[in-house]
């Protein structure tokens, strides 16, 4: 595969090669393999997994393709992916689109807690791929708890999310996978809902309810520039690294001084404030810019126009408005600067959803 230049400052230039593999290699198990008395389900289990906006990386030199981390905040929204799984006496059935991601996934918590069964397994994800909004975490996670619930809960939610993370993977054009980028966000606001602060080496900081009552509009602005693949890589882990050097200390203190004390009074014009000077700063200015300043400009007129929290998701391009007013103002506001409303939700303060039903 492609090898990749990663420049962190003049004297910080690094090559990162790709190296694809397929599925069920290079597993990393953390140390949790062990006996667990495993209790396979006599049910079909499946969950229900919030997406997630993805706000911000906190920084970009602290996470590779394969070493997550980096720390970063985010919260769930009410769009889902949904995960079936069926315990059976052997093989591996797969029903989505995206086999290669499950059967790895699949491997990998198989070799953790001993299972030598079968699974039957049936995904849907949102089908907003590549916008912002987290299908592939958002399956992943989705998976993994409801293959630990069929067979017995062995693991805990902390333990599924790690293993998710060290473990995370994109196809690649051959068919294969490869390691992808992974800060943690994604996984733990679909466990807990609301709001999650991460620091590195996917610790979960803080996570608690957000925005309740008040509404997200996720708006996608028109642009030519891919948010995947070499693209991505490229923006992460060049100009991105650079820019987090000098505004990781920023970013970190105006979370933990000023955005965390907001979410805990529930007031979502401060957060929104904090978002919108962190647009502005390190990593995140290297995500908008990848979009051109049109992105700016598009939230400098949704911030004029009187909306309490506007921000962009990942690498973009999608932007959350999240508001009080009503939805028609917001269709009004969104028509005088040439977009529209692409999706209309709330924020998740649950998290993951489990239903049993009988085979």
């Not at 230039?13 to 008395?37: A, C, D, K, Q, W």
């Amino acid at each position: 595969m492609a090898i990749m230049k990663i420049r962190g400052g003049d004297l910080d230039l690094v090559e990162y090669e790709f190296t694809s593999f397929s599925p069920g290699e290079h597993i990393r198990t953390l140390g949790y393999e062990g006996t667990y008395s495993l209790v396979p389900a006599d049910e079909v289990i499946t969950v229900n997994a919030p997406a997630r906006i993805h706000l911000t990386v906190l920084d970009m030199n602290r996470f590779s393709p394969d070493r997550p981390g980096g720390g970063g905040l985010g919260f769930a929204i009410q769009i889902y992916c949904s995960v079936s799984v069926e315990c059976t006496r052997d093989g591996i059935e797969i029903d989505y689109s995206r086999e290669a991601l499950i059967r790895h996934f699949v491997s990998v918590f198989r070799k953790t807690v001993g299972y030598t069964g079968g699974f039957r397994i049936k995904a849907r994800d949102h089908e907003h791929k590549h916008v912002g909004l987290g299908s592939t975490s958002t399956i992943m996670i989705a998976l993994a708890k409801a293959l630990n619930i069929a067979v017995g809960s062995p693991l805990t939610d902390d333990q599924l999310r790690k293993l998710i993370g060290y473990n995370y993977v994109e196809e690649t054009a051959d068919g294969r996978i490869a390691p992808g980028f992974e800060t943690g966000v994604g996984p733990a606001v679909s466990i807990h809902g609301g709001m999650a602060v991460m620091g590195d080496e996917l610790s979960l900081i803080y996570h608690h309810p957000f925005a309740e009552g008040s509404s997200v509009y996720i708006v996608i602005p028109p642009t030519g520039i891919s948010s995947a693949g070499d693209q991505e890589f490229d923006l992460l882990m060049n100009k991105a690294r650079i820019l987090d050097y000098r505004d990781r200390e920023l970013k970190a203190y105006m979370i933990m001084m000023d955005m965390i004390p907001a979410i805990e009074s529930g007031n979502l014009k401060k957060v929104g404030d904090v978002i919108w000077e962190i647009e502005f700063r390190g990593s995140k200015r290297a995500e908008v810019e990848h979009h051109s300043f049109a992105i700016y400009h598009y939230m400098s007129q949704l911030r004029d126009a009187g909306f309490e929290f506007v921000g962009m998701s990942s690498v973009g391009p999608a932007i959350a408005i999240i508001t009080n007013r009503s939805e028609d103002f917001v269709e009004s506001a969104l028509r005088t600067i040439g977009l529209k409303i692409a999706i209309r939700t709330k924020v998740d303060n649950i998290g993951l959803g489990v239903v049993h039903l009988p085979k």
